[in-house]
């Protein structure tokens, strides 16, 4: 199904227009049909003779219901943009035009209606302003067709053309990420909570269960409607009534979605939107850091805080990236197309379409990161492809631009041939720009490099210390260490990373502590210094005892003290041979083996219960769960 919205000015026939192409009477509402002008969206249906279905998105023209109008736009494949002869190009002529324009509508036609009313030169006239106004934009070279909605003359030649459209201009894609942006509620006798809307991006069919936003509840589809006929399932394009049974009617309201996505805690989690932005030549006030604006995408209308990116002022006619936080979290997908007005009064700034999806405003630091919404902002299915990979360095395969208006299929045939051509590969199930990893991998091998060449007695660098000396979150740093260590470029020991070949080394005043430490524990193997009498001599000799047990040249027991490992093997082997033989040990045992006060017997055998060499019963040990692997305590 096709969806042609009407736009322009109050009073110039817009309703009227449709009425006769259709023989439906888009203004529904008896406040509107009394006074005689569109308040809300009105929809009517048009066949076409080979039985191809046009709808009509009737949009009010008042300027208090521009935010009406947008709703409507907001779901349309061609607009129908409606001028009077008798009035010519008026206010809301020049807003709605704009709107479109900036929704990013790229098909359409001119109604010229109420022409007899009017000269034929003066026809002449207006077409020519009305060409000279639609200059360099979508509608430059769209026909303009002379009516009379009263007399209905020039409307076969309307309808002829309405009858091509259908294979002129697409409709919209299934991508498989259906949402039905809400723009009526109302409930049926017999049936219950019903919502409207045109749906986007995939099928809807009865049985099927759908998430309702901005609920966080699901509800199950008990009947589908289009155009006035009940269906079993409606594609992508269509005007589309839903009934829904299992969600509560106060959660079904205009500007919601009903959604096939059935988790949506991700855009509630990230609700702040990066935005690019371009402002209307006519915008009263530039777009400025912290102004609150209300943005409109699809039906939905929420105030929030604007922050800019790189700029300190989006001037009237100008381009730029903003960052808003809505006073509600908004389900929009990254390149839906928006519109953003002041409060008050209610003008429209401009408009654009969503890049990215952040969990809070980002701080001037982290700018640096974002830069891939600059590519981005050229709306093609590449850019988007790569930005994503230059966002994430390293992007999950199954997840790959689940946020964005794009299907899996397209974003996968984008994949394939920018890896054709050596730009992109993929690393497990990972995908990753070749150029942009070997700068990352680059950079992070030589921060570690540096930090070990500091340190050289550190047994590697953690996650945490690589994302301090990093421009990078967390979780890009894991990936990037998963990528080194898998293909070799690096090794992990513990928590530890470390490049290939390096060796652990002490050098100065780490070798001095580490030699005396080792020296006392030496002269002492069975009642050695406690581990605090060390660590109070400064940063050198706690570094020096870490490296003393990362080496394993002493075993640590307890909080207390370390015991040179020779000792410590010692003692797990007459422990292993006791147990072999007589199947359990007492601390005495102990104490009479090797000469220990009970001072550093309990602690050893408590050592040894952890690491469940032994097990403890009573004033007895026996045999623990790994007695017999031996790599688990020596």
């Known amino acids: 199904m096709l969806v042609i919205g009407t736009a322009g000015h109050i009073d110039h026939g817009k309703s009227s227009i449709v009425k006769r192409l259709t023989g439906t009477d888009p203004d529904r509402l008896p406040e509107e049909q009394a006074r005689g002008m569109t308040i809300d969206l009105g929809f009517a249906f048009y066949q076409t003779p080979d039985n191809q279905s046009i709808a009509f998105v009737d949009v009010p023209g008042h300027e208090r219901f521009v935010k009406n109008m947008i709703a409507g736009a907001g779901g349309i494949d061609a607009v129908m943009l409606v001028i009077a002869a008798d009035d010519g190009w008026m206010p809301q002529s020049e807003e709605h035009f704009q709107i479109v324009k900036l929704l990013g509508v790229k098909y359409g036609m001119v109604a010229l209606n109420k022409c007899d009313l009017v000269e034929e030169d003066w026809l002449?006239?207006?077409?020519?302003?009305?060409?000279?106004?639609?200059?360099?934009?979508?509608?430059?070279?769209?026909?303009?067709?002379?009516?009379?909605?009263?007399?209905?003359?020039?409307?076969?030649?309307?309808?002829?053309?309405?009858?091509?459209?259908?294979?002129?201009?697409?409709?919209?894609?299934?991508?498989?990420?259906?949402?039905?942006?809400?723009?009526?509620?109302?409930?049926?006798?017999?049936?219950?909570?019903?919502?409207?809307?045109?749906?986007?991006?995939?099928?809807?069919?009865?049985?099927?269960?759908?998430?309702?936003?901005?609920?966080?509840?699901?509800?199950?589809?008990?009947?589908?409607?289009?155009?006035?006929?009940?269906?079993?399932?409606?594609?992508?394009?269509?005007?589309?009534?839903?009934?829904?049974?299992?969600?509560?009617?106060?959660?079904?309201?205009?500007?919601?979605?009903?959604?096939?996505?059935?988790?949506?805690?991700?855009?509630?989690?990230?609700?702040?939107?990066?935005?690019?932005?371009?402002?209307?030549?006519?915008?009263?006030?530039?777009?400025?850091?912290?102004?609150?604006?209300?943005?409109?995408?699809?039906?939905?209308?929420?105030?929030?805080?604007?922050?800019?990116?790189?700029?300190?002022?989006?001037?009237?006619?100008?381009?730029?990236?903003?960052?808003?936080?809505?006073?509600?979290?908004?389900?929009?997908?990254?390149?839906?197309?928006?519109?953003?007005?002041?409060?008050?009064?209610?003008?429209?700034?401009?408009?654009?379409?969503?890049?990215?999806?952040?969990?809070?405003?980002?701080?001037?630091?982290?700018?640096?990161?974002?830069?891939?919404?600059?590519?981005?902002?050229?709306?093609?299915?590449?850019?988007?492809?790569?930005?994503?990979?230059?966002?994430?360095?390293?992007?999950?395969?199954?997840?790959?631009?689940?946020?964005?208006?794009?299907?899996?299929?397209?974003?996968?045939?984008?994949?394939?041939?920018?890896?054709?051509?050596?730009?992109?590969?993929?690393?497990?199930?990972?995908w990753y720009q070749v150029d942009l990893l070997k700068r990352e991998v680059a950079s992070l091998k030589e921060s570690i490099a540096q930090f070990l060449k500091d340190q050289p007695h550190l047994k590697g660098i953690t996650i945490g210390q690589l994302v301090d000396r990093l421009d990078h979150d967390q979780s890009t740093v894991e990936l990037l260490t998963t990528y080194l260590t898998a293909t070799g470029e690096m090794t992990r020991v513990s928590d530890f990373y470390d490049i290939v070949g390096r060796g652990v080394t002490l050098k100065g005043m780490y070798k001095e502590a580490h030699d005396k430490i080792i020296a006392a524990l030496t002269g002492e193997p069975y009642a050695p210094p406690t581990l605090q009498s060390f660590a109070s001599q400064g940063k050198h000799y706690q570094e020096a005892i870490r490296y003393i047990i990362e080496s394993r040249e002493a075993h640590k027991c307890g909080a207390e003290f370390l015991i040179i490992h020779e000792v410590w093997r010692e003692v797990v082997q007459f422990v292993r041979e006791r147990l072999n033989s007589v199947g359990s040990f007492a601390v005495t045992d102990l104490r009479d083996r090797f000469g220990f006060s009970r001072k550093y017997a309990i602690p050893i055998l408590e050592e040894a219960d952890r690491l469940k060499l032994t097990e403890r019963q009573g004033d007895l040990r026996i045999k623990g769960a790994q007695f017999d692997n031996e790599d688990a305590f020596l």
């Open 124 to 430: 002449e006239l207006l077409e020519k302003e009305i060409r000279s106004r639609l200059s360099g934009s979508f509608l430059s070279s769209a026909p303009i067709f002379r009516l009379s909605a009263t007399t209905g003359a020039g409307f076969e030649l309307l309808k002829t053309h309405l009858n091509t459209l259908p294979g002129i201009v697409s409709s919209r894609k299934d991508i498989g990420k259906a949402r039905l942006f809400v723009d009526r509620t109302f409930v049926r006798q017999g049936i219950g909570g019903v919502v409207t809307g045109t749906l986007r991006g995939g099928a809807l069919s009865v049985g099927q269960t759908v998430s309702v936003w901005p609920g966080s509840g699901q509800a199950k589809i008990r009947s589908l409607q289009s155009h006035n006929e009940d269906v079993g399932v409606v594609n992508p394009g269509s005007r589309t009534a839903v009934s829904l049974t299992g969600t509560d009617r106060s959660e079904l309201v205009r500007g919601g979605v009903i959604s096939d996505r059935l988790d949506l805690t991700f855009f509630k989690d990230h609700p702040v939107l990066a935005l690019s932005v371009q402002t209307l030549p006519t915008a009263p006030v530039p777009i400025e850091d912290r102004r609150r604006v209300l943005m409109i995408v699809g039906t939905t209308e929420v105030e929030g805080e604007i922050r800019l990116f790189d700029q300190e002022a989006i001037l009237p006619g100008e381009e730029g990236i903003a960052f808003f936080r809505p006073d509600e979290p908004v389900y929009g997908l990254v390149f839906d197309r928006l519109i953003l007005r002041l409060p008050t009064p209610m003008v429209t700034l401009g408009g654009g379409m969503i890049l990215d999806h952040l969990a809070v405003f980002p701080r001037r630091k982290e700018l640096t990161r974002l830069h891939y919404l600059q590519t981005r902002r050229a709306g093609t299915a590449n850019s988007l492809v790569l930005s994503e990979l230059a966002k994430r360095i390293l992007a999950p395969a199954e997840t790959f631009l689940r946020e964005a208006d794009i299907s899996e299929a397209e974003a996968s045939q984008e994949l394939v041939v920018l890896a054709a051509e050596g730009k992109v590969a993929r690393f497990q199930n990972w």
